[in-house]
């Protein structure tokens, strides 16, 4: 995995689960646009739509030299599961106050690029806190030692 694009506040808005791993339908020249680090998952989630699991929200920017055809930045795009997954999912999505937050975006050895998700609780404000200072004192005990 040489291209990785991070959410990096998903740990700490989310109490993260299950780790899944789905390929992404992408449409034109999004996937030059993905290998030039032109993207971003910090504001995305996962949600079912008519039975399929698509990821909204997530940002790819237009590739300069894509010709005349414009896909938007924003638009949602169909994530790549096996059907044992997708009724996973579902079931775990009914509880509520579950989600599915994505982690992680990169390519594979094979090219194709993939998203790793998470299903995910939302955290309170006194649990943020806690783990803010969780890592104070991690951060604290390392400068010690």
Not at 63 to 70: D, F, K, L, M, W
């Amino acid at each position: 995995m040489a291209l990785q694009i991070k959410n990096k506040k998903a740990s700490f808005t989310y109490f993260l689960e299950d780790e899944f791993t789905a390929g992404i339908q992408l449409n034109g020249s999004e996937i030059k646009s993905i290998r030039a680090s032109k993207a971003s998952i910090g504001e995305s989630y996962c949600r079912f739509d008519k039975g399929e699991l698509y990821v909204f929200n997530m940002y790819i920017s237009e590739y300069p030299n894509a010709g005349y055809i414009i896909q938007s930045p924003r638009r949602p795009r169909k994530l790549l599961l096996q059907k044992k997954e997708i009724k996973k999912l579902d079931k775990k999505l009914k509880n509520v106050g579950i989600t599915l937050v994505p982690t992680l975006l990169f390519i594979s050895k094979s090219g194709y690029a993939k998203l790793k998700f998470r299903i995910a609780k939302g955290k309170k404000m006194h649990d943020k806190r806690a783990t803010l200072k969780e890592k104070d004192i991690a951060r604290d005990l390392d400068r010690l030692s």
